[in-house]
């Protein structure tokens, strides 16, 4: 069986800091992994995915996450935020040539203030 | 916009009932997945529909079932409700059943209240 853990529940940071939003994952087999991001009141929409190739994926809106194999991370980051970038965050893994459910980390809430 | 829809948007009933919830896939899309989002369990997968079948089964109660119509929306299926079952539940879609591209699409989302 596959789980998620996100490490931290809330990330209050000020505008235009950076921010890493961290996720570790665990599992036996290969798995894809995926960042969501849930504004209020709306639903889910991915913002980034790794499937393979390079380990360094990016967002069209400057979010990017790296998976790290050997420590079963996949950690989301931005180098400067926008008061916009509040929401909350999951984290998702599914296995490779195997069930489509996706399993998510409880999620982040990322508030940008002013 | 996803294009993934789901009706209704909130719906308040009272223990002991019985509801429905319905979602239309985006254009195209043979896949439907089914997900529970609750305070304490977080974000649960329920279960997949693939053209019609039943693909994969997650953490669904008994009281619970789900099914996909020929013109290809899902229906899920809440009975004998609990306090426990206040959730959103949100209607996924997906081009096929399987695959490392095949990349799922969220509705916006029922909101149930269980009173």
């Known amino acids: 069986a596959q789980s998620v853990t996100q490490l931290d529940s809330q990330v209050p940071v000020f505008e235009e800091a950076p921010v890493e939003l961290r996720c570790n994952y665990s599992s036996s087999v290969s798995v894809y992994l995926f960042w969501y991001v849930q504004y209020p009141n709306q639903g889910l929409q991915l913002l980034l995915k790794?499937?393979?190739?390079?380990?360094l994926v990016e967002s069209i809106n400057g979010f990017e996450a790296e998976f790290n194999k050997s420590q079963t991370s996949f950690h989301l980051r931005k180098p400067s935020v926008h008061i916009s970038d509040t929401a909350e965050y999951f984290c998702?893994?599914?296995?490779?040539?195997?069930?489509?459910?996706?399993?998510f980390g409880k999620g982040t809430k990322l508030t940008v203030n002013p | 916009d996803s294009g993934v829809t789901q009706t209704p948007k909130h719906l308040i009933t009272a223990t002991g009932q019985r509801v429905t919830l319905r979602c239309s896939p985006r254009?195209?899309?043979?896949?439907v997945y089914w997900y529970q989002q609750s305070l304490d369990q977080g974000l649960q997968f329920l279960i997949q529909y693939y053209n019609g079948e039943e693909r994969a089964k997650g953490n669904i109660l008994e009281r619970f079932s789900a099914q996909q119509f020929p013109d290809l929306h899902s229906e899920l299926n809440l009975s004998s409700l609990e306090l426990g079952d206040s959730a959103l539940y949100f209607c996924?879609?997906?081009?096929?059943?399987?695959?490392?591209?095949?990349?799922?699409?969220f509705g916006p989302g029922t909101r149930l209240t269980v009173l």
């Open positions: 790794y499937l393979s190739g390079s380990t």
């Open positions: 254009s195209g899309d043979l896949s």
């Open positions: 996924a879609s997906s081009k096929r059943g399987s695959g490392g591209t095949n990349e799922q699409f």
């Open positions: 998702a893994v599914r296995t490779q040539g195997g069930s489509e459910k996706l399993v």
